[in-house]
């Protein structure tokens, strides 16, 4: 609690009300109308969390004429790229290179920095590891690759390269201690090679690393699949259960390799059973469950030679290395971590489908084709402590914040100003409603001193700009309120708090107070203890909005007409938000 | 930076519309470039001094192009809070130690006491207080680094990024309705020698 608290505002998005699902699947296109206490909406509910969003985070159908959220709208990629050296990478290289750059962008598998190439020779200098571009790396090689944040070198588990340029390629042929391997291509070759027919190919278990072992299984399966005669070379124990026979067999690898090669007749004719593999060059591969040489390191190096979860969760998938059995938990294991691509997204409506967001598809583009964001079609809310000083008889000193961020007097009144500020170009009607005490086990009282209201259009800043004097001082009298109230609620002179008027109006928007009284937090013997952020004073509010538009008509080249422009159409939009005022003080 | 004559107040108002306060430390002012609107508070200091001293166009035959010695360029709507300092990131170029420049896109919000030393910061870009960007880091349009993160040098930050940690990590993405919080016009307002009150 040592931090300020700030007041803030979610919203709901309509996605997790399920009395509008149920009403929707009923039949019945009326929008929800959270009236009354029946359903009151509890932001405290478990579910609630995460149906609640601050504006920013959600976007609006129009089509549906609706709010949507991160949770229900419809996500399509449109670009991969990485994030480090901002390269698209195309749809089709993700299936054969995977998700991560394979360029030279690297992440300290320590600290997750970024790694710069730098010469091994030069002693890592600080001043020297600002030094990313080609033409500053100095000298020849050997390589490594440094973090710029803790220093780590990839020395220290023995790797580095003998170029600068093409590290992911030369990554992948290195094994952490400096060991070159055979890339799966390079294995296929070798054994094409009739130099090395003579040879057997490595059987030590331990060389075979995971792509390795895959490759070998492939090869194995694929030539008992071809072999007529598997059926009757061995273990048909589990052949009746479907577990070992070529067609679940043919049906796995084809999920795996993404090939339908394998579906051929002869295949699923058999129902035999087919032998498992024998050796490592069939990739069997024996689980090593020797540990003593981990528990040896263990007690040399301690604990602080081990690596932390996260900085195993952070590895890439290691199809360079042997299988674990529990080695990488050392940080001599740990590898350079390529870097995560990135997306640019678009969104969709989850119910008409029509898209709400799009994109360029360019990287280096920041410019969106469709953005259609709530917050330019429904009213920001912002809240602001009042300190209002003396008691309601004498007329109320107005304006000043209160201290911001400080806890809530129990039991004593205090008053928050909401401002709502109109985005659209038609005056909005705000009707609001609030429970009279807040829901969970500490009910604070609410009273919203102005629940209706009229908002301003959001007109252009220049026309207001470009007003006459005149009329630029009648329009401020009357947000004043010196001449006659206008709109829903009447407006109170001089900022005073009176039940039913708003407190203060400008071009677009109105603020009006809530006075909230807190619940004492004290708690009966026997109660459970306060859970987190329950001393949060936290304000269920429906808003329900109304205005006037312009009938949707699709004849968007026609122009309306002076009687067309007359029909004009009614419009509401009604939704739950949370208000968060502040922490109450606890006694 | 020449002064609108008095009254003298906290800030030096430019014609561009620059409000640089009198207490900010500007060295080297000839290197410093303001797009204009910007503002700087007071205890901030950009180290226009530490200029480039190695001209990689130097070498390739003769003068050809005129040496551009823009240390520190800023462009408009920037806000520089107290107590943060902008200084160029230096390394060694071909075996000598030189400074490179520092590039700033426009609405640029850079928290008090935070320390940069990027080689470029985009155009909407949020540094919270207290922050470091490393030497030579890249920071990508409509970025939010929240306050205390240390970017690490070299680190690119690509666009539409929230950050934070240290060293900083992509902690979330800014959501479609968040780019125009970006926005530094209604705060540049709100400071100088006539303030304006914060719009609602
Ligand atoms: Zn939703
Ligand atoms: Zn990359
Ligand atoms: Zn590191
Ligand atoms: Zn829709």
Redesign the pocket.
């Known amino acids: 609690m040592a931090t300020a608290f700030t007041p803030y505002s979610y919203i709901q998005?309509?996605?997790?009300d399920i009395t509008l699902t149920d009403r929707r699947s009923g039949g019945s296109p009326t929008t929800s109308e959270p009236d009354g206490d029946d359903h009151a909406f509890d932001p405290r509910a478990p579910r609630s969390s995460f149906?609640l969003y601050p504006l920013e985070y959600l976007m609006y159908c129009e089509d549906c004429h609706q709010?949507?959220?991160p949770?229900?709208?419809a996500e399509e990629i449109v670009t991969y790229y990485c994030p480090n050296c901002l390269f698209e990478v195309p749809s089709s290289n993700l299936k054969s290179e995977g998700n991560r750059c394979n360029r030279s962008c690297f992440q300290c598998p320590v600290c997750i920095g970024p790694l710069a190439i730098t010469s091994v020779e030069t002693k890592p200098d600080p001043n020297l590891l600002a030094a990313p571009d080609n033409s500053a790396t100095p000298l020849a090689g050997p390589y490594a690759l440094t973090c710029s944040y803790c220093l780590w070198t990839s020395t220290e588990v023995g790797i580095q390269f003998d170029k600068h340029n093409g590290i992911h390629a030369q990554l992948a042929k290195l094994r952490n201690g400096g060991t070159t391997r055979l890339t799966a291509k390079e294995r296929k070759e070798r054994r094409k090679d009739p130099s090395y027919k003579g040879q057997p190919p490595p059987t030590d278990s331990q060389d075979l690393d995971h792509e390795a072992q895959f490759a070998n299984l492939k090869a194995f399966y694929q030539g008992q699949l071809a072999d007529p005669n598997a059926a009757d070379a061995g273990l048909a124990l589990l052949g009746d259960l479907g577990f070992s026979s070529p067609t679940s067999l043919s049906r796995i690898m084809s999920i795996y390799t993404g090939g339908g090669l394998l579906h051929d007749k002869k295949a699923k004719a058999r129902l035999g059973a087919m032998r498992e593999a024998l050796d490592p060059d069939e990739g069997l591969l024996v689980a090593s469950l020797d540990e003593s040489a981990a528990i040896a390191k263990l007690r040399s190096e301690g604990l602080d030679g081990t690596a932390s979860a996260a900085q195993r969760l952070g590895q890439a998938p290691n199809l360079v290395e042997p299988p674990l059995h529990g080695r990488e938990r050392f940080l001599d294991s740990l590898r350079p971590v390529p870097h995560l691509l990135r997306t640019k997204r678009s969104k969709r409506c989850p119910v008409c489908r029509h898209i709400i967001s799009k994109p360029e598809s360019k990287v280096q583009t920041t410019r969106f084709r469709i953005r259609l964001v709530a917050g330019s079609y429904i009213p920001s809310i912002s809240v602001r402590q009042l300190a209002l000083s003396g008691g309601t008889g004498t007329g109320t000193s107005a304006s000043g914040a209160a201290v911001p961020g400080a806890p809530l007097e129990p039991l004593k009144p205090a008053y928050f100003l909401l401002t709502f500020k109109n985005p659209i170009f038609e005056t909005i009607k705000v009707t609001l409603g609030a429970p009279v005490t807040t829901p969970g086990r500490f009910a604070s009282r609410v009273t919203v001193i102005c629940p209706e209201f009229e908002v301003d259009a959001n007109t252009d800043v220049w026309d207001e700009a470009l007003k006459d004097n005149a009329e630029r001082d009648r329009e401020q009298r009357r947000r004043r309120g010196e001449s006659i109230s206008a709109g829903g609620g009447g407006i109170n002179s001089a900022n005073q708090l009176e039940v039913g008027k708003i407190w203060e109006r400008g071009r677009n928007w109105v603020s009006i107070v809530v006075e909230v009284v807190p619940a004492s937090l004290a708690l009966a013997p026997g109660d459970p203890p306060l859970r987190e952020d329950e001393d949060v004073l936290e304000i269920p509010m429906s808003v329900r909005v109304e205005w006037e538009a312009e009938m949707a008509g699709d004849e968007v080249g026609a122009a309306p007409s002076r009687s067309n422009s007359e029909a004009r159409e009614k419009r509401e939009l009604a939704y739950w938000c949370v208000l968060g005022l502040g922490r109450i003080r606890q006694r | 930076m020449s002064s609108r004559r008095p009254p003298r107040g906290e800030y030096i108002e430019t014609d561009t519309g620059n409000k640089v306060a009198r207490k900010a430390t500007l060295v080297g002012t000839q290197n410093i470039m303001l797009g204009g609107k910007t503002v700087i508070q007071p205890d901030a200091i950009i180290r226009g001094d530490l200029v480039r001293t190695i001209h990689p166009s130097s070498q390739s035959g003769g003068n050809a192009a005129p040496q551009n010695n823009t240390a520190i360029s800023i462009g408009r709507y920037c806000f520089l809070s107290r107590n943060c300092c902008l200084r160029p990131p230096g390394r060694l170029y071909k075996g000598a130690f030189t400074y490179m420049p520092l590039r700033m896109g426009d609405h640029v919000f850079i928290g008090a006491g935070s320390v940069v030393q990027a080689a470029s910061i985009g155009s909407h870009v949020h540094i919270g207080a207290g922050s470091v960007i490393g030497e030579f880091a890249i920071i990508k349009d409509y970025v939010r680094i929240l306050d205390g993160t240390v970017v690490p040098p070299n680190m690119v930050i690509p666009s539409f990024s929230i950050v934070a940690g240290q060293p900083a990590r992509v902690i979330g993405e800014v959501p479609e309705g968040g780019h125009e919080a970006f926005e530094l016009r209604d705060l540049y307002k709100t400071v100088g020698n006539n303030p304006q009150p914060a719009p609602h």
């Not at chain 1, 998005?13 to 997790?16: A, I, M, N």
């Open positions: 998005c309509p996605c997790s149906s709010i949507r959220c949770r229900c709208v």
